[in-house]
Each structure stands twice: as structure tokens, then as C-alpha cells.
């Protein structure tokens, strides 16, 4: 769900409309994580969760499983005391972003401070919610590198931009949530339906990551990077707003209809109890590991900029430069480019063995960004003479596999952005691989030093991905590539074409891609 199409279809009305400016900046008044989070329920429970005889270690638990995960956030939400810091790319106006931001404001009631940085790309008819949202006392909303348009139309909002249009096309891609400087949650999840299973059309297999401890007041630092950037807008400023109890009002009434907390099970897919259940008793069952935050400057949106140019991607890319036994990457939006495919050309690969390095992405059929997909097939005979092991999920194999999420009547999609380096450790975040991520988006991510946290990652994937990807191979000719299934029984399918393609498929391939720039995607 990012830029890709849609500034096609700009490209092509190009004289469709005039453009828009945005207001006068304001300087918003500079604000700063709290720092006495001990003193706080969740700051005690965080403290007690933690080894004491190692205060540098943080503590971890994954989030797999979507319900959990929400879940998770609304926890923590309710048993804030002093602040809630949430930054995200996007907060749909559906049922997962209304009850989201329902419990912002109920935080709000209760005297908590809750500061909101949102990408401004798909804001696109929601400013009755975001600026309902700001009316409320203790809530500011603010919003990342904003389009000065304020349409409810996104393409007329992008076509309105066009004479700033190198400023719009960088975004900020973060996900991040913070409760009382104590605990957070990061990871690859939207605030959206179709991120937590509960879209009719097409589900996201995602993940995120609990955390407390050090780490957690270096992820408070780096949102207070982002608030306290020119880049982010009071929203009241963009939208030419002021707090109102007609805002209040009209917010109330959108929210209305959002429903009660999605429901979860007992235990999770590996078998963890919920947060809200650990949180009330005291202690939150986490693996103590040290871990690494990489995060990109809020800068980087402006292309002349000193911004460091060490970013998410570099970092990343060298962590997996230093692998020596194996990398598994997980990224639904894949397109190698040179560089990747050189560092993975150059692994020693016996003839006949494979690569240590596995990549899991999407298949054709359950991509969102079907342009991604063509530019990375355009690597797949590479990858594959090079030994890599390369799987594509499918969007309805995924679905059977018990250990990918509850899909219920939907499609399938991968959103999750990990990977696993020498079973030792394991990197979440917001980073896909790909052009955009590298160089147009900001991004944020984790590396945690945790041989005890790849064990359950390695056994869910592998029982997942078999019965819920094809896996790519080469014909015994090597000419063209094959996709072999597993049905749930054992037995294999070779698909000799690509599943999912069509005539019509090929045509859009053909038409759009010598449109696009490589880091465009």
C-alpha cells in the first residue's frame, strides 16, 4: 500500500489539476520522552520482567499472531499512567484504527499524554478523525512530510503536489508504540484491518516484537527524534483547524461503530499467554537479550540534506555481510538490485549444495505491489542457480497452514519484514528490501543477540512456509523455473507456469515498468 501506481497514474494526468501549498510552518513547542517511567505500574512490571543482575540486558517477546499483537498495544493503552507514543505510516479508518485511537483518547480522559506521528500519505479523507482525535485535552496528532492538499481524493491529493512532488515521494514508513517509556512494540504492522486479520478480501502474515528494558528508552529517543523534527506538522496547522467540542463530537460519532476489542486466544501460536494476562500478574515472560536500534534520520526526506547516511538499509546489509552460517530473510517486497546480488553470488556454494541464505517474498498472486513483484522476478533464475533456497507465499495455501494466522474467508499477503542471521540473531522491523525502503522511505528496525528467540522463529516458519509457499526450483534444463506445492498430506505439485499470471498481467508489466524508476519500488 505505498506510492508506486498511483504516481503512475499522476505521471499520465499530469495537467489534471493545479497545485496546492501548504500553510506557513509553526514551530511546534519541542516535547521529550518522560524519564521517571519506573515510578509508573508498567515501568515496575517491566523492572521485575528484567534480569537484575544485568540492568544493560532488554527483554523480548515475539508477536506473531495478529490478535495477540493488537491486543498487546491495548493492553499497554489501558494501563498507561503517564504517556503513549505512537508512530505509524498508517491508521486506517476502519475497525482496527477506530479502536485503536478509541483507546488513545480513553488514555487521554484518564490524564495520559499521548503524542501521534502519522505518514500523511494516506490521511486522505481522515482529517475529521485525526483533527477530532487532537481536540481532546492531553492528545497532540502530528503529521510526517504532509501533502498540502487536503482532498479527500488521494490521487487529486498527489496531483495537487506535483510542484513539490521530490518532497512528497519520501515517506516515513516507522511502526512504533510506546507506553510510559517502559514497554514498546515494533515491528511491520499497519494500525489497519488487513494487519491484523481482519479484512474479507486480503490478510497480511506480519510480526512484531514486544520489548522493556534499554532498549525501550532508545526507541523513545528516536520517536522524539521524528516529534521534534521540521518534517512532522501539528495536524491543526496542515488542516487549518482548532481544537473543538464540535471536533470532539464528530469524532465520538466516528468511533462509534468500532465494536468491542478483537477477540484472541488463550495462547498464542507458541504458546504464550496473553500480555494483558501477564501484565496482571506482575511479570511479562521475556528472553533477556542485548539488542541493536537502527533507525533512520527524519532527514532523510530531504535529498540535500547532512542527514547520516548510514541508514536501516546499509546497517542491515552489513549485519548480513558478517553472516558465516546462514541468513533467512523474510521481506514481502523483494527486489535484490546488484549489490544484493553480488553479496549473494558471492557465497561459495558446492556444486549441487545450496546457499545458506533463504528468502521468503510473495508470489503474483499474493503481492499488493504487483510491480515489485515483476522488477524482483526479474531475478528469480539468478537467485536460484546461485543455491538460493526462494519461496513465494500463496495466497491460498498460506491460508490452510495453522501457523500463519486466521485468514478466515480472506486471501493471503506477507508484510512481515525479518530475518534470521547464524541462528543467533534476529532482525524486525519496518525495512522491506528494496529501492524505496533504501533510499526514499524512513525506516526502523531491531537486531536482537538471541539464540533463544530464533529457535520458535525457525519452527514457525519452516512448519509454515511449507504448507503455505510454493518453493521455487529450476526446470532440469535450467531453462525456466518451476513452483512446487505441498499439499497438506505430503504430496507434491510442479507448477510449470507461474500460478496466478495472466495475459492481462503481462500487458501491465509490459506498459508500466520502463515507467519506473528501480527505487521508486
Known sequence: ??????????????????????????????????????????????????????????????????????????????????????????????????????????????????????????????????????????????????????????????????????????????????????????????????????????????????????????????????????????????????????????????????????????????????VSAQLDAGRAALVPASAQLFVDSPDKVDANSAADKQTVTTRTLGIFAKARENVRIVSPYFIPGERGMAMMEAVHVPPGAESPITVITNSLGSTDEPLVYAEYAKYRKRLLKAGVRLYEIGPQLAPRSEHLGNFGRSAAGLHAKMATIDDRWVFIGSMNLDGRSAVKNTELGLVIDSPELVKPLRRLFHDGVVGGAYRLQLSPDGSRIEWQERTADGRVTVH?????????QRIKFWLMLPLVNQNEL
Open 496 to 504: 510449470a507456469h507461474e500460478p496466478h499470471d495472466s495475459a492481462w
Open 1 to 274: 500500500m505505498r506510492l508506486r501506481i498511483a504516481f503512475l497514474a499522476v505521471y499520465v494526468c499530469l495537467l489534471a489539476t493545479g497545485c496546492a501549498s501548504l500553510p506557513p510552518p509553526v514551530q511546534a513547542p519541542p516535547a521529550h520522552a518522560i524519564e521517571d517511567a519506573a515510578t509508573t505500574r508498567l515501568g515496575r512490571i517491566a523492572h521485575d520482567s528484567l534480569p537484575a543482575d544485568d540492568p544493560a540486558l532488554s527483554g523480548f517477546r515475539l508477536l506473531p499472531e495478529a490478535e495477540t499483537s493488537f491486543n498487546a498495544r491495548i493492553a499497554l493503552a489501558r494501563r498507561a499512567q503517564r504517556s503513549i507514543d505512537a508512530q505509524y505510516y498508517l491508521i486506517g479508518n476502519d475497525t482496527v484504527g477506530q479502536q485503536f485511537l478509541r483507546e488513545l483518547r480513553d488514555a487521554a480522559a484518564r490524564g495520559v499524554r499521548v503524542r501521534i506521528i502519522v505518514d500523511d500519505l494516506y490521511t486522505a479523507g481522515e482529517d475529521p478523525l485525526l483533527t477530532g482525535l487532537a481536540a481532546f485535552p492531553n492528545v497532540e496528532v502530528r503529521l510526517f512530510n504532509p501533502l498540502p492538499s487536503r482532498s479527500g481524493w488521494f490521487a487529486g491529493r498527489v496531483l495537487a503536489s506535483l510542484d513539490d512532488f521530490e518532497r512528497i515521494d519520501h515517506r516515513m514508513h516507522n511502526k512504533l508504540f510506546i507506553a510510559d517509556n517502559a514497554f514498546a512494540v515494533a515491528g511491520g504492522r499497519n494500525m489497519a484491518d488487513a494487519y491484523f486479520m481482519q479484512s474479507t478480501a486480503l490478510n497480511f502474515i506480519d510480526f512484531d516484537v514486544l520489548g522493556a528494558g534499554p532498549i525501550v528508552r532508545e526507541m523513545s529517543k528516536a520517536f522524539d527524534l521524528y516529534w521534534n523534527s521540521p518534517h512532522v506538522w501539528p495536524i491543526d496547522t496542515v488542516a487549518g483547524t482548532r481544537p473543538s467540542a464540535e471536533g470532539r463530537a464528530r469524532f465520538d460519532a466516528l468511533i462509534a461503530q468500532a465494536g468491542e476489542r478483537i477477540a484472541e486466544r488463550p495462547l498464542d501460536v507458541l504458546g504464550q499467554p496473553t
